[in-house]
Structures are given as structure tokens and as C-alpha cells.
């Protein structure tokens, strides 16, 4: 199983991108995806998190600004980001937590490579 994640780039402050993760291999089903961040020098923080039945959590500091989206069909997670400050500068990584057979057994977890956005005028 590999994610592959996109989207990132350079933006103006007050902009938009829109981040986008494809999981592909073969796994039974999803369990949730999210998106974690990590700007220079600071720890890797949560972003949001989705779960195969739309459930959201966001980060305090991205609600209202940032939406997530799931399409289970194809396996990808979305971040719709608007607004961007300088503070949202970071690379950001694509999570994946996932079932490998019916059994549900066990929970398995898979980052992806990461994609740098860089808010900046």
C-alpha cells in the first residue's frame, strides 16, 4: 500500500490550495485519512482527520479555514485550504489508516511522502 499526495505549492497570503492524497495497493477498506503538518523546527501537528464515513476532526487553528473530504470509491483525501497565512507554511503529510483483510485485524497506519506549502508574499 502507497500513498501519493499533491497539491502543494507556493501561495500568496489570502490564497487557496487544494491538497490532494491517493492510497493505492490492495487493503480491504479504509478507516480514516487525515492530514499532519510540520513547519521548521516545530513538532508534526494534526490537521484533520476523516473518517470512510465522513466523520472530521480539525485542528482548532484550521477550523472554519481548511476542509477535508474523503472519496472512499477512489481511495483519496482532500484538503481544501482558503485563506493561507504565513503560519500554514509547512510540509504536509497525507495519513492513512486502514484494514488489510475482512478480519479488521489489525489497524494499520501509512504516511505519505510529504508536500510543502509555502505561504509567502
Known amino acids: 500500500v502507497q500513498l501519493q499526495a499533491s497539491g502543494g505549492g507556493a501561495v500568496q497570503p489570502g490564497g487557496s490550495l487544494r491538497l490532494s492524497c491517493a492510497a493505492s495497493?490492495?487493503?480491504?477498506?479504509?478507516?480514516?485519512m487525515g492530514w499532519y503538518r510540520q513547519g521548521a523546527g516545530k513538532q508534526r501537528e494534526l490537521v484533520a482527520t476523516?473518517?470512510?464515513?465522513?466523520?472530521?476532526t480539525y485542528a482548532d487553528s484550521v477550523k472554519g479555514q481548511f476542509t477535508i473530504s474523503i472519496d472512499t470509491a477512489t481511495s483519496r483525501v482532500y484538503l481544501q485550504m482558503n485563506s493561507l497565512k504565513s503560519e500554514d507554511t509547512a510540509v504536509y503529510y497525507c495519513?492513512?489508516?486502514?484494514?488489510?483483510?475482512?478480519?479488521?485485524?489489525?489497524?494499520?497506519?501509512?504516511w505519505g511522502q510529504g508536500t510543502q506549502v509555502t505561504v509567502s508574499s
Open positions: 476523516i473518517t470512510s464515513a465522513g466523520g472530521t
Open positions: 495497493g490492495i487493503f480491504f477498506s479504509i478507516h480514516s
Open positions: 495519513n492513512l489508516n486502514y484494514y488489510p483483510d475482512y478480519t479488521h485485524r489489525p489497524l494499520l497506519s501509512l
